[in-house]
């Protein structure tokens, strides 16, 4: 499948529009067999309503705006999205990290860096607390794009920042096919200079950490196997090494719904995540210790329910109003997407998140 | 019945025991213990089952061992490369028997 060039939104496709999403997601005709609710398999297992187990992780999204236009992108980023955050909202994440626990935040995009006040943003987190982890979602060619960003891995080095970088493949035509032309070459010359600084060298303490998800309509599975070869590959090719791969599933949102209806995978694909569907690893999800904060300040229980427009359901709907004791209580928002994270041995963006069932 | 082949029929596979299950039972036991991890790793013999289906051309066995192998993180060149193998034993299971052709042949010329 081509590369998109412009985001759904920018193309005024009709999946650019969160609520034709859900009404596609929930549409049993156009799946072609009778999918059961995902709240039926948590009822099924006394997990309705999902309920957090706490505030851990702090995952902020700074902006829509990235280099690359990913054919499976649930963001729908791209060059043309202007969405990005300001400093005032930024100040106001600031607030929530000052005054709660989160052990974790992880900065996402979009291409994080591109955000005017990114660098600001990571030196002030660090000066809040200075054992924090800070994890940036970096797309690698970021730092190849533009002579500004040449400096990048010292920036993350100087800020002991955890760099996680999307990586589908260690072959050039797979990675292209998924993220555009020319982004495994740059990718391979970005984990170089990564690697040039320290990170993912042994005792360094920086961890550089690859995400592998499926170019195509199908599931990861095992991420131990996968990891090994990444390893082999990248080392034996490219000199490269690196800490962890996470293996993540493909969220059916956004663009990656788009490819999966165009191809015609979509039914097959909802039912693969049907038939794979593992209760060990619902009880595990991510959204239970993440809340995952928009470009603008609203809050959401996870990174796709934020690209779906699904805010928290409860009065602390935006960081102006975060209220911590509402937030833990609250009950999470799920609906068909949310089979995504939990098929096989589930994936979250720390990738596997239980034993696959067999 | 209007073709010999479904692909919804790969589907039913896991209900081969509605006409014998106790078969059906230790088969599909057989069969996962076979697949897991051991001396090979569980993408070996992922590949290794993607060239047999081949070799006995099964195209249940093609479909669910393409996805398969992809799932473990093949590439496209590895997946050929084990249907090569594949092309080249069943070739050479042909040729190699030309070797008795060649024994009758001298055995009956003068």
Request: proline share 3%; glycine share 8%; with cysteine.
């Amino acid at each position: 499948m081509a590369n998109p060039v412009k985001s759904l939104k920018a193309q005024k496709h009709e999946l650019g529009e969160t609520e034709f999403q859900l009404k596609v997601l929930n549409d049993t005709e156009k799946l072609g067999f009778e999918m059961p609710k995902f709240k039926s398999k948590l009822q099924a297992i006394d997990l309705y309503p999902l309920k957090p187990t706490g505030l851990e992780i702090l995952q902020i999204n700074v902006g829509k705006m990235c280099n690359q236009v990913c054919a499976h992108c649930h963001v729908d980023a791209g060059p043309d999205r202007k969405e990005i955050m300001t400093k005032e909202t930024m100040e106001l994440c600031l607030d929530a990290l000052k005054n709660h626990t989160f052990h974790t935040v992880d900065l996402t995009g979009g291409a994080p860096e591109m955000n005017p006040n990114f660098r600001w943003f990571v030196e002030q987190i660090r000066a809040i607390d200075s054992e924090i982890k800070i994890i940036v979602r970096c797309n690698l060619t970021i730092i190849l794009a533009n002579p500004r960003f040449h400096d990048l891995p010292d920036f993350f080095k100087t800020h002991k920042v955890e760099v996680v970088s999307s990586l589908p493949a260690y072959t050039e035509a797979r990675t292209d096919a998924q993220r555009g032309n020319g982004v495994f070459r740059d990718s391979i010359k970005a984990l170089q200079m990564l690697n040039a600084v320290g990170y993912g060298q042994v005792g360094s303490g920086l961890e550089l950490n690859l995400v592998y998800n499926p170019s195509g309509a199908f599931l990861p599975s095992g991420q131990a196997g996968l990891e090994l070869n990444f390893k082999r590959k990248l080392k034996a090719d490219f000199g490269i090494e690196f800490n962890q791969l996470f293996a993540i599933t493909n969220i059916p949102i956004s663009r990656y719904l788009d490819y999966l209806i165009v191809s015609d995978n979509y039914g097959a694909y909802m039912e693969k995540l049907l038939n794979a569907y593992n209760p060990g690893a619902a009880e595990h999800v991510m959204c239970r210790n993440t809340l995952s904060i928009g470009w603008d300040g609203f809050v959401f229980d996870c990174d796709f329910n934020q690209m779906l427009d699904l805010k928290v359901a409860c009065g602390a709907k935006h960081l102006r109003d975060f209220d911590r004791e509402e937030l833990e209580n609250r009950s999470i928002i799920v609906n068909q997407h949310c089979f995504g994270c939990t098929a096989g041995a589930g994936s979250s963006c720390g990738g596997e998140v239980a034993q696959a069932t067999a | 019945m209007k073709t010999y082949y479904n692909p919804e029929d790969l589907k039913k596979f896991g209900n081969i025991g509605e006409f014998g299950q106790e078969l059906a039972d230790k088969f599909f036991s057989y069969y996962n213990e076979v697949f897991k991890a051991g001396a090979l790793t569980e993408r070996e013999k992922s590949l290794i089952a993607l060239a047999v289906a081949h070799a006995v051309q099964c195209p249940y066995c093609i479909d669910a061992y393409t996805s398969d192998t992809l799932e473990k993180g093949c590439a496209e060149d590895e997946l050929m490369e084990a249907v090569h193998v594949a092309s080249a034993i069943r070739g050479g299971a042909s040729l190699v028997h030309g070797v008795q052709m060649m024994n009758k042949t001298k055995e009956l010329l003068m």
